[in-house]
């Protein structure tokens, strides 16, 4: 009707246009990472480490925390769980934008090339995000921003295919389905 076409107008006469992703890329030089086994969700001591650990320790590699923990640090004292295996090179890439979930299943697919020669990694990680200050989370409801907006999933595979699934909203919001 007549609002569908002012909005149009509205939009053409602003030249908006959709912004495309922002992709950044770098490469982890002797990361230490958690040792996984995709059967054994609470870890085993001095085998496998823990969902709760592994998402932990993402945390801090994403946002680029130092894992040595030195007492020196005033940012952070956490180190790596054990056990854990130093990785000569880790690649990690982030895209910031509006996604949709075609897009995120294209990416799954794509990162599974990884398990094959030569990169042969053990496992891989896709972790998304939604906007803290979005209005909805899961299931169509409200989102409560109250204080950190918390509103993720992060997929781990392993080289035989199988995978977790990990998800986390504010205490305030619904949990997923």
């Known amino acids: 009707g007549a609002e569908g076409s002012t909005l ?3 939009f053409s006469k602003n030249q908006i246009q959709a912004l495309k992703p922002k992709i950044t890329f770098s490469t982890l030089r002797d990361l230490q990472c958690p040792v996984l086994q995709s059967n054994d969700l609470q870890g085993k001591p001095e085998e496998s480490c823990s969902t709760e650990e592994l998402l932990e320790w993402l945390g ?6 130092s894992l040595d923990n030195k007492s020196s640090s005033f940012l952070s004292t956490y180190c790596c769980p054990e056990p854990n295996t130093v990785v000569e090179k880790a690649f990690l890439c982030t895209i910031t934008g509006f996604i949709i979930p075609e897009k995120i ?3 799954l697919e794509q990162l599974c090339c990884y398990f094959g020669e030569p990169k042969l990694a053990h496992w891989l990680t896709l972790t998304v995000h939604g906007f803290a200050d979005s209005p909805v989370s899961w299931r169509e409801n409200e989102h409560g921003f109250h204080k950190g907006g918390e509103n993720l999933y992060n997929f781990v595979i392993f080289r035989n295919l199988d995978y977790w699934l ?5 205490a305030h919001d619904d949990c997923p389905p």
Not at 60 to 65: G, S
Request: a neutral charge; charged letters at 0%.
């Open 105 to 107: 299943i294209q990416l």
């Open 60 to 65: 801090a590699v994403l946002n680029q925390v």
């Open 166 to 170: 990990q998800m986390a909203v504010g």
């Open 8 to 10: 149009m107008s509205y």
